[in-house]
């Protein structure tokens, strides 16, 4: 069967062999059968069959089209990450086709051979053989293999372009499906497709001077050029991020003129780690003990009590520690521990903060105040998992009322991974209604850290983009921002 998902379709213009964009999503739509290319039951396994079936625009069903050098390209399944393959580098009429990790072999080459009518033909680099439907069947589920290439209309395609390459941003995506970003943050991208501001600003020790660093194009990736130029031969810190949402929630650090704090609290860095985001350059916001930024949005736009919001963040599991608490999303504007229901933020580290759990982290969990919780309960989440990838999507959802949904996935490849989706806790405290005050807060939890209190952060971790919404997300709008996060390829 095939995995029905959200259906994203924004152009309905065939492509060609010689206006194939590298960045965008394509449909392929058979000539025969009208049926679409299909990773089978959207696996992500390798060796899962490639297949035909009514057309559903699901991620199982989108691929984009990789540069490979003379006049080739892979073809990489957008659910999956994982590219169209040639069984066991066969040259024979009738070799099965399927998807497999990307290890650049001429088997997981093809190039695009025009036929009338903007169908193209897929043309495999190792046999010269071209990709059909089986036997011209019409069928859901009928096979898609390599034949002697003939011009067959069951060896016919047409490339249907589909949301997610340069034409959407998560922020759009969320727009799309009525739950609007009220805050976007990222030193790594544009989070609109149209979003042409800065993205955040550096500090240099040389002469305290600032610059704003923003996107290379509309809804492209971070100025890193600019950030090196200016930065050359002294240290800059990141002093803020700046919303990308146009509600003005700014993420300065805690310790600056706009957002004063204790006396320890610092910016963090901004070179201590560099990255790719679809081959170019960026930065992220590194942040250690010490380090932790802050808006009051609750005025502009954020939403407050129990009124229903939705975040993600782009983190790593390869900088983690169990200090309190790495956290985006919803906090206190009086930057005190206000009691349950007063934050409702990601966290993603490996504190274990009601005891019992499985394993060493790190895991996405709810920060509610008063708790980091797993699921529903101060009770160890059997769902749980450990998410260590260099790159992890998490994300939260919480209708203010009765029900949260928090998951998770690795950023590069696959799709969310659901690790509660139920009843808001009301032990050891009660969390219905939620009582959230609309502060945001990046890199610590809510009680930290005021010049009144004057406590320090305890965390580390790392932050590369994230949103929150108004409204509670869907799960096909999720699944979309997911999507797009793992197609904009962090390396």
């Given at each position: 069967m095939a995995i029905v998902g959200l259906l994203l379709t924004v152009a309905t213009t065939p492509a060609s062999a010689a206006t194939v964009d590298t960045t965008a999503w394509y449909v392929l739509v058979n000539h025969n059968s009208g049926k679409a290319l299909d990773v089978y039951n959207a696996s992500t396994a390798d060796g899962a069959n490639v297949v035909q079936w009514t057309r559903t625009n699901a991620n199982n069903q989108q691929f984009q089209f990789v540069d490979a050098g003379g006049g080739y390209y892979q073809i990489k399944a957008r659910h999956s990450g994982k590219m169209i393959d040639v069984s066991s580098w066969s040259t024979a009429d009738g070799a099965a086709i399927h998807q497999w990790t990307d290890?650049?072999?001429?088997?997981?080459?093809?190039?695009?051979?025009?036929?009338?009518?903007?169908?193209?033909?897929?043309?495999?680099?190792n046999s010269n053989k071209a990709v059909e439907v089986q036997n011209a069947a019409t069928n859901d589920g009928a096979n898609v293999v390599q034949y002697s290439d003939w011009g067959g209309s069951n060896q016919q395609w047409q490339l249907v372009r589909v949301d997610g390459g340069t034409g959407s941003g998560p922020c759009?995506?969320?727009?799309?499906?009525?739950?609007?970003?009220?805050?976007?943050?990222?030193?790594?991208?544009a989070l609109y497709s149209a979003y042409n501001g800065d993205l955040y600003q550096v500090r240099r020790s040389s002469d305290n001077t600032t610059r704003n660093i923003g996107a290379l194009t509309p809804g492209g990736v971070a100025n890193a050029a600019a950030q090196d130029s200016f930065c050359a031969n002294t240290t800059c810190v990141i002093t803020v991020l700046f919303d990308q949402s146009g509600h003005g929630n700014d993420l300065w650090?805690?310790?600056?003129?706009?957002?004063?704090?204790?006396?320890?609290?610092?910016?963090?860095?901004?070179?201590?780690?560099?990255?790719?985001?679809?081959?170019?350059?960026?930065?992220?916001?590194?942040?250690?003990?010490?380090?932790t930024y802050w808006r009051d949005g609750h005025l502009t736009g954020v939403p407050t009590g129990s009124a229903p919001e939705g975040m993600y963040m782009v983190t790593s599991g390869t900088h983690v520690n169990s200090g309190c608490c790495f956290d985006y999303g919803n906090s206190e504007t009086t930057r005190k521990a206000d009691g349950p229901g007063a934050m409702d933020?990601?966290?993603?580290?490996?504190?274990?903060?009601?005891?019992?759990?499985?394993?060493?982290?790190?895991?996405?969990?709810?920060?509610?105040?008063?708790?980091?919780?797993?699921?529903?309960?101060?009770?160890?989440?059997?769902n749980q998992q450990a998410f260590t990838s260099k790159f992890v999507t998490a994300t939260l959802?919480?209708?203010?009322?009765?029900?949260?949904?928090?998951?998770?996935s690795n950023a590069q490849a696959g799709s969310l991974y659901t690790l509660w989706d139920g009843a808001l806790p009301n032990e050891p405290n009660v969390y219905s209604p939620m009582k959230k005050q609309g502060a945001i807060v990046l890199g610590s939890g809510g009680d930290c850290c005021s010049p009144e209190v004057g406590n320090i952060n305890d965390s580390a971790g790392t932050f590369y983009e994230g949103a929150m919404v108004s409204g509670y997300p869907s799960d096909a709008t999720e699944n979309a921002v997911q999507a797009n996060i793992a197609a904009a390829d962090y390396r």
């Open positions: 290890h650049g072999g001429a088997n997981q080459q093809f190039r695009l051979a025009d036929s009338d009518g903007g169908y193209v033909r897929l043309i495999n680099r759009d995506l969320y727009s799309a499906g009525g739950t609007p970003c009220v805050a976007a943050h990222s030193t790594t991208r650090y805690q310790g600056s003129s706009v957002v004063p704090g204790s006396p320890q609290t610092r910016p963090a860095v901004a070179t201590t780690e560099s990255l790719t985001v679809g081959g170019s350059k960026a930065y992220s916001l590194y942040i250690n003990p010490g380090t933020a990601i966290y993603f580290g490996t504190s274990c903060w009601f005891g019992g759990c499985s394993g060493t982290g790190p895991w996405v969990q709810a920060d509610l105040e008063w708790g980091l919780f797993p699921g529903g309960s101060s009770t160890w989440n059997p959802k919480n209708n203010g009322t009765s029900r949260f949904a928090i998951k998770g």
